[in-house]
């Protein structure tokens, strides 16, 4: 039997636990599998934006600089190093 797919947003939690509880799963585990398909299919974009800011956070909290030039050359290093992490 195939499995039906499962609907984005929180609106659809409700729909998703009933789906994933006629296909056999416990209550709990079907609750658990709904909110966190509900959390994944939010706009990828802005899930990885609050991951971004706290990388560039960090990775800002350890740089030394002493002139704006070299804080702009580790603001640049920090977005592309944070950049490929995240994405």
């Known amino acids: 039997m195939e499995s039906v797919p499962l609907r984005c947003g929180k ?3 409700g ?5 994933l509880r006629h296909e056999g799963y416990p209550q ?5 599998i709904a909110m966190s398909h ?7 974009y802005t899930r990885n934006v609050r991951g971004m ?3 560039v956070i960090n990775v800002m909290a350890h740089a ?3 002139d ?3 804080a702009r050359k580790s ?3 920090a977005l592309k190093t944070c950049k490929s992490k995240v994405m």
């Open 11 to 13: 609106d659809n939690i």
């Open 15 to 19: 729909k998703n636990i009933r789906v």
């Open 28 to 32: 709990r585990q079907a609750i658990a």
């Open 38 to 44: 509900s959390r994944k299919c939010e706009n990828p």
């Open 53 to 55: 800011k706290k990388c």
């Open 64 to 66: 030394v600089f002493s």
């Open 68 to 70: 704006p030039k070299t």
């Open 75 to 77: 603001l640049n290093r």
